[in-house]
């Protein structure tokens, strides 16, 4: 054994004696040495022995790559990669990697502090105020890029939460927030530290700078069962419920439940709401589900399961079953599956039939969220592979590509605005990146307050009226135990 150490330090000792940039790098009696040599021997030696480009933490710099090393740019220094697990400070690829995504991050941050990024070459407000005094820019066209403008000017600001139980904000991590359709509540799923999740309504009434304070209204509804899939529900009046997905553990299986609004104490802007329905469906093995906006499925949602799609009815309790190929991860009338497929469902056909497919479009890699626009005739999805298209459903065809989007096997939600224009996704390295829904331009990306995890992805909601009718536009982003607000300025 210790011969077989002698041997491999001898190996490392003879690589690191013919590689040229340790005779340029080591200490100084080798400077000096190598300074001695001829020019004519460096040169041969340098073309004889170029350094290799690394794909790795060693890119940005000269040295070369080493097998089983890895070079500290600060350092200057090679370091031995450990293969095990057993050391107490392991140096492996990952750490490397975490460690290079942090000073990145943090890079940014600084950035984003110090200046303004302009989203478009040459675009500002001069310009845009310029050009529609001369009449080169329609109402559409100059509200659009108006809200391009603001959107590349947001500045972070720490949102104040106050709640009955100040205690559980310190401790309690947020999982997921969505907006309701007039973007005046907010409900959250938070962590709880004992383990399962609570459930929670945060009144955005009183976001308003320069003061940032919501309200966050709670109530003992816990679950120790991971939350696939959220949505707002409009059985009673507009969004008056909240559609849960729940995962089953042990012997409990799946279900879907209907959450009233109303549970939550003065959620609801008036406080005249009856309380609503509270109603779970056994459902077992579902991924996902959504509620029906279509008249043709009042009162009805969709949920994906294994091989096929449940359409259930709230009211009458009816149920069509339509079987598919493949996993169905995003639910609707268009239904996104883990073959990459995205096909529609034709409710006037029965379950049993073959002519119930509609429309069939095709990603490459499984479909995460579906959006069907306002006009019904284009549909923007994003899949695993963390490519977001936007289709024309009477061409079935691609017309337009949203680059950027980082996705390897996470269920990410994507956020369509067609009234400001714009397309708001997370990415699985937790940076926030905002697209023009008209020419697939990158406007921002906005990195995450809190150090990147895997298990710390922001999750966020944009609206151009934060608060209700009268609210300021800007994106909440929650992370950890905080929420933001980054507002147009």
């Known amino acids: 054994m210790h011969k077989n150490n002698r041997q491999n330090r001898r190996r490392v000792r003879r690589g690191h004696q013919q590689n040229p940039w340790f005779r340029q790098h080591g200490s100084d009696e080798r400077c000096n040495t190598a300074a001695q040599q001829s020019p004519q021997d460096s040169g041969r030696a340098d073309d004889d022995e170029a350094p290799s480009t690394s794909s790795g933490t060693a890119g940005s710099s000269s040295a070369p790559d080493l097998p089983g090393y890895y070079f500290d740019p ?47 070459m040459g675009f500002n407000a001069s310009s845009l105020l310029q050009k529609n005094k001369l009449g080169f820019l329609n109402a559409t066209s100059y509200c ?61 009434r009183g976001l308003k700078t320069p003061s940032l304070k919501v309200h966050m209204h709670e109530n003992l509804y816990f679950t120790n069962r991971k939350v696939n899939s959220v949505c707002w529900a409009s059985l009673n009046h507009l969004d008056s419920h909240i559609l849960l997905c729940l995962m089953g553990i042990a012997e409990t299986p799946g279900c879907a439940t209907l959450l009233p609004a109303s549970l939550f104490v003065s959620s609801h802007p008036g406080g005249l709401e009856r309380p609503g329905m509270l109603c779970s469906f056994r459902i077992p093995g579902a991924w996902s589900c959504a509620w029906s906006l279509n008249i043709q499925a009042n009162n009805c949602f969709s949920t994906g399961l294994s091989r ?81 298209k936007l289709w024309d459903l009477r061409t079935t065809k691609c017309i337009r590509q949203y680059e950027g989007h980082v996705n390897e096997y996470a269920y990410l939600p994507l956020h369509v605005h067609e009234e400001e224009g714009i397309v708001v996704a997370v990415g699985q390295d937790c940076y926030t990146r905002i697209w023009s829904f008209h020419d697939a331009c990158l406007l921002r990306t906005i990195p995450s307050p809190h150090p990147t995890s895997k298990s710390d992805i922001p999750s966020v909601a944009f609206s151009s009226r934060l608060g209700g009718f009268r609210g300021a536009p800007g994106l909440l982003m929650a992370v950890q135990q905080d929420l933001y607000c980054f507002s147009y300025s």
């Open 74 to 120: 600060e350092k200057k220094r090679y370091f031995r990669l450990l293969p095990g697990h057993n050391n107490c400070n392991p140096l492996t690829k990952e750490s490397i990697r975490h460690k290079e995504m942090e000073s990145k991050r943090l890079q940014l941050l600084e950035e984003e502090d110090k200046q303004k990024k302009v989203a478009r």
């Open 308 to 388: 096929r799609v449940l359409v259930t009815n709230v009211v009458t309790g009816h149920r069509q079953s339509f079987g598919t190929s493949s996993d169905v991860l995003a639910p609707l009338l268009f239904n996104g599956c883990r073959s990459g497929e995205i096909f529609a469902i034709d409710l006037r056909c029965r379950n049993q039939g073959k002519g119930w497919k509609a429309t069939r479009l095709f990603h490459d890699s499984a479909v995460t969220s579906v959006q069907i626009l306002q006009e019904e005739q284009n549909l923007m999805a994003s899949d695993m592979a963390g490519t977001i």
């Open 144 to 204: 659009r890029l108006a809200h391009e403008l603001r959107v590349s000017c947001m500045q972070r600001k720490k949102v104040q939460i106050q709640s009955s139980d100040p205690s559980a904000l310190a401790s309690d991590r947020f999982n997921l927030i969505l907006a309701d359709t007039n973007s005046d509540r907010l409900f959250t799923v938070n962590d709880v530290k004992v383990g399962g999740s609570k459930y929670g309504i945060i009144s955005l």
